[in-house]
T-cell receptor, first 112, second 112 residues
Framework: EAGVTQFPSHSVIEKGQTVTLRCDPI?????LYWYRRVMGKEIKFLLH????????ESGMPNNRFLAERTGGTYSTLKVQPAELEDSGVYFC??????????FGPGTRLLVL | AQSVTQLDSQVPVFEEAPVELRCNYS??????LFWYVQYPNQGLQLLLK??????LVKGINGFEAEFNKSQTSFHLRKPSVHISDTAEYFC??????????FGSGTKLNVKP
């Protein structure tokens, strides 16, 4: 069984540009989560999808961040326009029981 | 709200020595507890979890953790570490809403 995959693994962009991160959850997992780790700090929750619906988006930092999950399968997280403080590692996780979350390898975003 | 404190940001230890990575949490409700490991250039891998029942939980790679409700702790232990255990370890807690709260991580550096 394939694990959670994320694309790209790394992204370097300039301030003001747009970046889209993609997450493919484990097949059959209805729950999908996004987290972010800013350099050296704790990993923080961004939002939670159940199928295609946003269950909780209380961790989204501001309206420059837009998450979607079309058809309840893969999810995208768009940052537009990117700012320097958006740099960090973005993790995606999925779950089929809302208890244990399985994480992807992360996308390392650097905004210059 | 929940919070997690990992008391040591870095733990150096010699190979074959025992190690304990400390984790304390604060919560006003019952929680689930997890330890994840991130090896260099990889994603987060689930080490072990406490949901209920026995307070001593065994995980992969010889790790175990003990849930102590009175001290609100969930320390991770291994009786004899290997070079390959060098990684960053994260303690996490979730409540019934399934949102994870992470500690800031502990880097375990195993020396030969």
């Amino acid at each position: 069984e394939a694990g959670v995959t994320q694309f790209p693994s790394h992204s370097v962009i300039e301030k003001g540009q747009t970046v889209t991160l993609r997450c493919d959850p484990i097949s059959g997992h209805d729950n999908l989560y996004w987290y972010r780790r800013v350099m050296g700090k704790e990993i923080k929750f961004l939002l939670h999808f159940v199928k295609e619906s946003k269950q909780d988006e209380s961790g989204m930092p501001n309206n420059r961040f837009l998450a979607e999950r079309t058809g309840g399968t893969y999810s995208t997280l768009k940052v537009q326009p990117a700012e320097l403080e958006d740099s960090g590692v973005y993790f995606c996780a999925s779950s089929n029981d809302r208890v244990t979350q399985y994480f992807g390898p992360g996308t390392r975003l650097l905004v210059l | 709200a929940q919070s997690v404190t990992q008391l040591d940001s870095q733990v150096p230890v010699f190979e074959e020595a025992p190690v304990e990575l400390r984790c304390n949490y604060s919560s006003s409700v019952s929680v689930y507890l997890f330890w994840y490991v991130q090896y260099p250039n990889q994603g987060l891998q689930l080490l072990l979890k406490y949901l209920s029942g026995s307070t001593l939980v065994k995980g992969i790679n010889g790790f175990e953790a003990e849930f102590n409700k009175s001290q609100t702790s969930f320390h991770l232990r291994k009786p004899s570490v290997h070079i390959s255990d060098t990684a960053e370890y994260f303690c996490a807690v979730s409540d019934y809403f399934n949102k994870f709260y992470f500690g800031s991580g502990t880097k375990l550096n195993v020396k030969p």
